[in-house]
């Protein structure tokens, strides 16, 4: 597509709910990241993705954050028994590759927000 | 990891100021990038800069790699300038790093 597309823009679930978060990014573009935003902070590194494989997951909080890109698109970042603290507005972003340039810059979607009640 | 900080964190202009900000990292980098986010809370990718400056129309930067810094001045402010400013950099082993940002306020 365009521009990095992400859904839902908008998620309200119960603590203890699974949640999936989905990512499109830019047609062509093999380097796909995951950041999380809470409220008056910069957005927070979670993984990296070249291709299909997770490159870096070190900034996943626990076990209970996943995220998948299995045919080298699409990415679904997948929280399990949510908590209240993971409320925020998750970020994805891609680009060409992983070397960026002035012509290969990290572009990012409009956020999902999760508020977990 | 690395450490990015960013000043001032607030900032209030009225339109048609000019204003510096700046971002200081901890390591040596091979990545700097400057990202307006706007109210609607879209980040917006302004400069690719590891060292150097560049300049965009009413928008410069400026990376002193050596000394760890970089500056982004904004000229002759508009309104739709408003949001927040964020510095992310990266030493090629990981992903990009933010700072906490500069929230900028342009007031007509």
């Known amino acids: 597509g365009a521009g990095v597309s992400q859904t839902p823009s908008n998620k309200v679930t119960e603590k203890g709910k699974y949640v999936e978060l989905r990512c499109d990014p830019i047609?062509?573009?093999?380097?796909l990241y995951w950041y999380r935003q809470s409220l008056g902070q910069g957005p927070e590194f979670l993984i990296y993705?070249?291709?299909?494989?997770?490159?870096?997951d070190s900034g996943l909080p626990n076990d209970r954050f996943f995220a998948v890109r299995p045919e080298g698109s699409v990415s679904t970042l997948k929280i399990q028994r949510t908590e209240r603290g993971d409320s925020a507005v998750y970020l994805c972003?891609?680009?060409?590759?992983?070397?960026?340039?002035?012509?290969?810059?990290?572009?990012f979607g409009a956020g999902s927000r999760l508020t977990v009640l | 990891g690395i450490q990015v900080e960013q000043s001032p964190p607030d900032l209030i202009l009225q339109e048609g100021a000019n204003s510096t900000l700046r971002c200081n990292f901890s390591?040596?980098?091979?990545?700097l990038q400057w990202f307006h986010q706007n109210p609607w809370g879209q980040l917006i990718n302004l400069f690719y800069?590891?060292?150097g400056t560049k300049q965009n129309g009413r928008l410069s930067a400026t990376t002193v790699a050596t000394e760890r810094y970089s500056l982004l001045y904004i000229s002759s402010s508009q309104t739709t300038d408003s949001g927040v400013y964020f510095c992310?950099?990266?030493?090629?082993?990981?992903?990009?790093?933010f700072g906490s940002g500069t929230r900028l306020q342009v007031q007509p």
């Open positions: 047609s062509g573009h093999t380097a």
């Open positions: 800069i590891p060292s």
């Open positions: 992310a950099v990266d030493t090629g082993r990981r992903a990009l790093t």
């Open positions: 390591d040596s980098v091979n990545n």
């Open positions: 993705f070249q291709g299909t494989g997770a490159a870096d």
């Open positions: 972003a891609s680009s060409l590759s992983r070397q960026f340039s002035g012509a290969n810059v990290l572009t």
